[in-house]
């Protein structure tokens, strides 16, 4: 199946399955049906299963899903079976916890480059990196043939850096920053801006 | 209309709308037409409109929007033409982040109030907050009447603090720990997990 073919609003809910198997996994757990899946990450057990349907044959009618299985399985789909390096430009708070946040490890990506545009912080240390000057994003990056960043620079800086990390060669960018980026077809961008999870919510608070 | 009736979808769209429309105010802009607004975000101008129609009739044909009204709107629409009160529990690297966070001033929320577990770090200073010890969350919150909280500990406490949280009376929760929430009916989750975000990205990568 050709993967434009799936709806994007499935893939955004692959990772939630996976981060949920993941979880029953490390409770002991071996298999799991669509019916505890859903209440898990709370969706109906119709949607677990049409979601799933669309990328095989994963489980049997009555036994359920093998929890191992299914976990290689949603792994190999978002293809994060591999790790991806990933280089963090921008060293305020949020980069700098992302730079030693615990959470990546065993889920596909690994900090490998950090960057910032301060004299005061290049050539500095952030848990084990020596952060290097925005200006080195293009050469930097090439060579490394990292694909992913995370964008943790002010709202002004935003666009520039993101057009560096175009030019490098990366084609996923996880943004801090609260706007909106400009990116050509075939480069990817998610947003991470929490006033706009919030906002997402307080619109259903009486 | 019954709000019930607008899928969650278009209301996830809003606060980005809303977003772009501020970048364009910043930038001195005093009309857009859904074209200009579509392609600021990554959408067609007939999805714009389509959103923009469940609320009424914001736009004039030929003359495009007035950015300023459909801000207004737009802030109404999502209930932060007022400010709300929010409190961020776990003082690691992210609440940290988080409690200085600049972005939020203008967008309807305040960091209002700050909790750890941890002996070390409770009634020490983060910012200008005085760090609460966790087991004040439900009289701490009931008190003051706080709707909204972030959650920043680790995965192992998430589930905890936030049966903590529904006690206290908060409705929406901004989760950045890489586990799923159980909550009763009629409290809003929304998950900033990076390595879900990153995920959703590397399916599409070669």
């Known amino acids: 199946m050709n993967k434009q073919d799936i709806p994007d609003i ?3 809910r692959l990772p939630v399955y996976l981060r949920a198997l993941r979880h029953m996994q490390a409770e002991g ?3 799991t049906c669509s019916q505890e899946l859903g209440t898990g990450v709370g969706l109906s057990a119709a949607q677990i299963r049409k ?3 669309q990328f095989g044959e994963f489980g049997k009618q009555g036994t359920g899903y093998d929890i191992a299985f299914l976990v290689d399985q949603l792994r190999k789909i978002l293809k994060v079976e591999r790790v991806w390096d990933v280089a963090v430009v921008g060293m305020g708070d949020m980069g ?3 730079s030693r946040y615990q959470g990546f490890s065993d889920r596909g990506f690994r900090v490998a480059m950090v ?3 301060d004299r005061a912080k290049i050539g ?3 848990e084990q990196f020596v952060v290097r000057d925005t200006k080195e994003i293009v050469t930097a990056i090439r060579e490394s043939g990292i694909k992913v960043a995370m ?3 002010p709202e002004a800086a935003a666009q520039g850096v993101t057009d560096l990390l175009v030019e490098a060669g990366v084609k996923a960018i ?3 920053a609260p706007i909106s980026l400009s990116v050509p077809e075939g480069i990817y961008v998610q947003y991470l801006d929490p006033s706009i999870g919030l906002q997402r919510m307080t619109y259903y608070l009486e």
């Open 10 to 12: 499935i893939i955004s």
């Open 29 to 31: 757990k071996l298999t």
């Open 51 to 53: 979601d799933l349907s």
């Open 96 to 98: 700098h916890a992302l």
């Open 115 to 117: 960057f910032d545009n």
């Open 124 to 126: 500095g240390q952030v």
């Open 151 to 153: 964008l943790c620079v």
């Open 174 to 176: 996880l943004n801090y």
